[in-house]
């Protein structure tokens, strides 16, 4: 299906022109002299894309762009002027453009504005689709991913999260494993029930046993009231047990016992309580490691470790750095209320290059600074820590930018993202198409790019 743009414009050569190489591109062109025949116009061709004047009889550019943006709020909208100042853009930004262009202008700037705008839009569409799969996963912090690597762990926890065996997480700090057991729990029978979490390594080992067991009143120095404990506040649901390595090691007995038989004992009671809970652990460490060195029981390492999933680090899965930017620039665009659309290509490329040894909490960290200090409608290198910008020699994967490369990144992602698009429709490249929100000819084109099979 061929993208539709209208054009607005009182400049009728400038109209004729644009129409005339958008149209020989492949797309669906409308045209409009001014704000009403715009609006006129939006309903009947549905328009995906509008480029708008600034300057126009009636109605001004920046007056009509929150009134399109309500009618068609899917569009994307780009502006255009020959009045072009860094404020202009800035608040073109503010009442809901994507781009500005600042006249005169070729007509092939226009179309390369279009296309950033359309790759960036097909992305989340794909990503969207990857989204649906996991549809319950995890609320506000949806699951990014398009690379191999993390599709197949998405899958792992989505057939685990039907059964109640215990899940070990395993991976780097950083990496999501609480997004991952939010995911777990969400898509489980025991959605309806409560997720409690718990960092081992967080609490005090004197305080650690009630947090997880409970007491009762007078147990000890300070027990004024008698305590539930987490274990007993999932009851029916799941419990998280972030940093299970940490766990000192008279607990882990106690908690194999709670494993095993299923009940707990509140400190300072006789009566154990039944609890049926489904255990998710996570832990940056070895287990296997710690079990080799006497620090952790090798007994409740098998009860853990069922369902093992190995979470990857993000500089494994470089694939993922433009869908993860995108994700966090609509989150931190929308809560600091800046008008930052997008990243330029020097400063994306530098991000999917970095060796992120914080995972993805480091990028997240990363984008929000960035949003905070962005003084343009995009963020560029200047805006990046220097850490990013300059690495230390041999942080990154190759010294020739191999792995690195954002092409590579954006073709695997490509490519992975239309593989699961024909899954997903049974090989019917019409629907998958539709999904991709690509014409037909162009999934034609892409598979015999990237030599894909049905």
């Not at 494993?259 to 998710?280: A, H, N, T």
């Not at 832990?283 to 369902?307: I, K, M, P, Q």
Request: aromatic content about 4%; hydrophobic content about 45%; proline content about 4%.
């Amino acid at each position: 299906m061929s993208q539709r743009v209208l054009i607005v414009d009182d400049d009728e050569s400038l109209r004729d022109s644009l129409a005339l190489v958008l149209g020989a591109e492949g797309f669906e062109v409308a045209t409009a002299a001014d704000g009403a025949q715009a609006l006129a116009r939006l309903d009947d061709c549905a328009a995906d894309i509008v480029l708008c004047d600034l300057r126009m009889p009636g109605q001004d550019g920046l007056e009509l762009l929150p009134e399109l943006a309500r009618r068609r709020p899917e569009a994307t909208l780009i502006l255009m002027s020959a009045y072009g100042t860094e404020e202009l853009a800035l608040e073109a930004m503010r009442r809901g453009a994507y781009d500005y262009l600042a006249k005169p202008f070729q007509p092939s700037e226009a179309l390369l504005a279009i296309r950033k705008a359309t790759e960036r839009e097909r992305l989340r569409r794909a990503n969207q689709l990857l989204q649906r799969e996991v549809e319950r996963a995890v609320g506000e912090r949806p699951i990014v991913a398009a690379s191999e690597r993390m599709i197949a762990v998405l899958e792992l926890i989505e057939r685990a999260a039907e059964f109640k065996a215990t899940v070990l997480l395993q991976g780097e700090s950083g990496t999501g494993k609480e997004v991952l057991a939010r995911a777990i729990h969400a898509q489980s029978p025991r959605r309806a029930e409560s997720f409690v979490a718990v960092n081992c390594g967080a609490i005090p080992e004197a305080l650690l046993e009630s947090e997880l067991f409970g007491h009762a009143k007078g147990a000890f120095t300070g027990a004024d009231r008698a305590r539930r404990g987490l274990f007993v506040e999932a009851d029916g649901g799941s419990l998280f047990l972030d940093e299970v390595g940490e766990l000192p090691l008279p607990l882990q007995v106690k908690l194999l016992r709670v494993l095993q038989e299923e009940e707990v004992r509140p400190l300072g009671e006789s009566k154990s309580r039944s609890v049926d809970v489904r255990v998710i652990a996570a832990t940056a460490r070895d287990l296997g490691s710690e079990v080799a060195a006497g620090r952790f029981r090798e007994d409740l390492f098998y009860r853990l470790d069922v369902l093992r999933v190995e979470v990857p680090p993000l500089r494994e899965r470089r694939e993922d750095v433009p869908l993860l930017v995108d994700h966090f620039l609509a989150q931190f665009r929308g809560a600091l209320g800046k008008p930052v659309r997008g990243i330029d290509e020097d400063a994306l490329e530098r991000l999917v290059a970095h060796h992120w040894p914080g995972n993805v909490r480091e990028l997240e960290n990363v984008i929000e600074r960035a949003v905070i200090l962005a003084s343009a409608d995009q963020i560029g290198l200047r805006d990046l820590p220097a850490n990013v910008v300059h690495p230390e020699p041999g942080a990154g994967a190759d010294a020739d930018g191999g792995e690195l490369s954002l092409r590579r990144a954006r073709r695997a992602a490509e490519i992975e993202v239309i593989r699961r698009a024909l899954r997903a429709t049974g090989g019917n490249r019409t629907h998958a198409a539709r999904i991709l929100a690509i014409s037909h000819r162009a999934l034609l084109y892409k598979l015999k790019e990237y030599e894909i099979r049905d």
